[in-house]
């Protein structure tokens, strides 16, 4: 199935984290920059856990006339004894998002690969599978899909397996630009692997380029790094069931060294596939680092001024206007916008 027709456009809220705005602030905020959709991610509203809250931001956002996603974070007990939790909480999830009017529920395997448990990528991946389908009839019975992010622990044709292991009717691909960079995918093989299963899409882009243990890869604002957008929506409205497309623009990062040439890497990714990393050294090769100006979010050890905090919190809305207009006269995503 492809796309036809204009894509609806929406913002993740993760982006603006460090303005530390409740879900109302987040959802107006939208609606001013002519959105379609926001997807409500980690949420810091004091009431989030409280189900009157969740109707309160389901009827705000049908009064604004957006489209609503959200989800929860890591759904990988970290140990056998803790499964039954874990089923509690992605339950919870589905709960949640079914009262806020949300069609599917965010959901991960674990933050990145270093922070699996013991055990082999193999036996997290049949866990997975064995816990999303313990709660295959809630999520069905809510009318939600469980939707799994490409995040930095798993490579696409892993999280696919994962995905049609479980079940397609009832779970589906969270699909991420900006994470496979750091698992040592091109962002492309992720959209052609995992884009069939997509029930969500978020654009983040990144500045791959070669350093001397291998290259180097930081997330910057959309149409400043390496990757072609241009050549990913059109992939999108190929290979895609209809979907609204979300900016997500994380900054404020230092670059991260992804060394492939050290021989130790590789037990952590035993199943790494050739052909993606050549892809994704030759991303690499065409890249450079970047060029910008860029507030460091995070710096070990120094505690931030209140000038550094206004000065994250400027930046953060900032990216995220300027990849919004990226997104819509350079990508032409979105509705709303072109009657505004």
């Given at each position: 199935?492809?796309?036809?027709?204009?894509?609806?456009?929406?913002?993740?809220?993760?982006?603006?984290?460090?303005?530390?705005?409740?879900?109302?602030?987040?959802?107006?905020?939208?609606?001013?920059?002519?959105?379609?959709?926001?997807?409500?991610?980690?949420s810091v509203d004091p009431q989030q856990k409280d189900p009157e809250h969740w109707r309160a931001v389901k009827d705000q956002a049908a009064r604004l006339g957006m489209h609503l996603e959200t989800g929860?974070?890591?759904?990988?007990?970290?140990?056998?004894?803790?499964?039954?939790?874990?089923?509690?909480?992605?339950?919870?999830?589905?709960?949640?998002?079914?009262?806020?009017?949300?069609?599917?529920?965010?959901?991960?395997?674990?933050?990145?690969?270093?922070?699996?448990?013991?055990?082999?990528?193999?036996?997290?991946?049949?866990?997975?599978?064995?816990?999303?389908?313990?709660?295959?009839?809630?999520?069905?019975?809510?009318?939600?899909?469980?939707?799994?992010?490409?995040?930095?622990?798993?490579?696409?044709?892993?999280?696919?397996?994962?995905?049609?292991?479980?079940?397609?009717?009832?779970?589906?691909?969270?699909?991420?630009?900006?994470?496979?960079?750091?698992?040592?995918?091109?962002?492309?093989?992720?959209?052609?692997?995992?884009?069939?299963?997509?029930?969500?899409?978020?654009?983040?882009?990144?500045?791959?380029?070669?350093?001397?243990?291998?290259?180097?890869?930081?997330?910057?604002?959309?149409?400043?790094?390496?990757?072609?957008?241009?050549?990913?929506?059109?992939?999108?409205?190929?290979?895609?069931?209809?979907?609204?497309?979300?900016?997500?623009?994380?900054?404020?990062?230092?670059?991260?060294?992804?060394?492939?040439?050290?021989?130790?890497?590789?037990?952590?990714?035993?199943?790494?596939?050739?052909?993606?990393?050549?892809?994704?050294?030759?991303?690499?090769?065409?890249?450079?680092?970047?060029?910008?100006?860029?507030?460091?979010?995070?710096?070990?050890?120094?505690?931030?001024?209140?000038?550094?905090?206004?000065?994250?919190?400027?930046?953060?809305?900032?990216?995220?206007?300027?990849s919004v207009e990226y997104a819509k006269r350079v990508l032409d995503l979105g509705v709303r916008w072109r009657s505004a």
């Amino acid at each position: 199935m492809s796309i036809s027709g204009q894509i609806p456009i929406g913002l993740n809220t993760y982006c603006l984290r460090a303005l530390k705005w409740n879900d109302a602030q987040l959802l107006d905020y939208t609606a001013s920059l002519k959105l379609d959709a926001v997807f409500l991610q980690d949420s810091v509203d004091p009431q989030q856990k409280d189900p009157e809250h969740w109707r309160a931001v389901k009827d705000q956002a049908a009064r604004l006339g957006m489209h609503l996603e959200t989800g929860g974070s890591a759904i990988l007990p970290k140990s056998e004894a803790e499964f039954e939790t874990s089923v509690r909480a992605l339950r919870y999830n589905i709960q949640r998002a079914a009262a806020m009017g949300s069609p599917i529920v965010r959901s991960l395997l674990a933050s990145d690969r270093a922070h699996f448990p013991a055990g082999t990528v193999e036996h997290h991946m049949e866990t997975a599978i064995k816990l999303l389908r313990t709660v295959r009839s809630l999520a069905m019975d809510a009318g939600v899909k469980i939707a799994i992010e490409n995040h930095k622990d798993l490579h696409a044709w892993q999280t696919r397996q994962v995905i049609e292991g479980a079940g397609k009717e009832f779970v589906g691909s969270y699909l991420d630009t900006g994470n496979p960079v750091f698992i040592f995918e091109d962002p492309m093989e992720t959209v052609e692997t995992l884009g069939p299963l997509a029930v969500t899409v978020h654009l983040r882009d990144s500045v791959v380029y070669e350093v001397p243990r291998g290259a180097s890869v930081q997330w910057v604002v959309l149409g400043d790094g390496v990757v072609d957008f241009k050549a990913i929506v059109a992939k999108v409205r190929e290979v895609c069931p209809p979907v609204h497309i979300y900016i997500k623009p994380i900054t404020g990062r230092p670059p991260v060294v992804m060394p492939y040439l050290d021989p130790e890497i590789w037990t952590m990714y035993p199943a790494m596939r050739g052909s993606d990393l050549a892809r994704f050294i030759a991303l690499a090769k065409k890249g450079h680092p970047y060029e910008g100006t860029m507030v460091v979010e995070e710096i070990p050890g120094k505690p931030a001024t209140p000038e550094y905090e206004s000065a994250i919190r400027f930046q953060q809305k900032a990216d995220m206007e300027r990849s919004v207009e990226y997104a819509k006269r350079v990508l032409d995503l979105g509705v709303r916008w072109r009657s505004a």
